[in-house]
């Protein structure tokens, strides 16, 4: 009969104790936090294209999304001894006031953008001469971003930078 009681005291408790395991592990797995620089892609994404020739950065910009269209800016930097210029042969390519370049229509899936180009030029804005002296090099590092294409409530088309689809850097153009 001790025994009995005794199992039956156990077997209690243990019920007791294991009652709010199944709440706290759903708030452990609900309000985890996580920290750090990773980029998580969700099926959705762009990817840069770049060519260099002549002192010029040929860039396009894909939608590999498989379903959803998107808008698209971008931007180059350089190291002060260049200067960098934006052309825009397709006519679709804005000067936006923060240092962008803003994509004017929207880049529907498995399509690209038409060709921004960079044109690099000397600090003084003069054109660099082909003979560059061995040893020098340069690097234009181009980001970008994309957002999914928003609809108001007329149905219009509108872009909203403060949801970032993806975005990507890109380093290239080194010269050798």
Do not use: C
């Amino acid at each position: 009969m001790k025994k009995r009681s005794y199992f039956l005291a156990v077997l209690v408790l243990a019920v007791i104790l294991t009652a709010g395991v199944g709440k706290a592990w759903a708030y452990f797995t609900t309000y985890a936090e996580a920290a750090g620089g990773y980029t998580i892609q969700l099926g959705d994404r762009t990817e840069i294209r770049e060519e260099y020739e002549e002192w010029v950065k040929h860039v396009s910009i894909a939608n590999d999304a498989e379903s959803q269209p998107v808008y698209i800016r971008a931007k180059a930097f350089s190291g002060t001894a260049y200067r960098l210029q934006y052309l825009d042969d397709s006519g679709r390519w804005t000067a936006g006031e923060d240092g962008y370049y803003y994509y004017s229509d929207m880049v529907k899936a498995g399509e690209s953008t038409g060709e921004l180009l960079i044109k690099i030029s000397s600090a003084d804005g003069m054109d660099i001469p082909g003979g560059e002296k061995d040893g020098d090099s340069f690097h234009v590092a181009v980001i970008y971003e994309s957002t999914p294409v928003r609809y108001d409530t007329e149905g219009n088309p509108y872009a909203d930078w403060k949801s970032v689809l993806d975005s990507g850097k890109v380093e290239g153009g080194a010269q050798e």
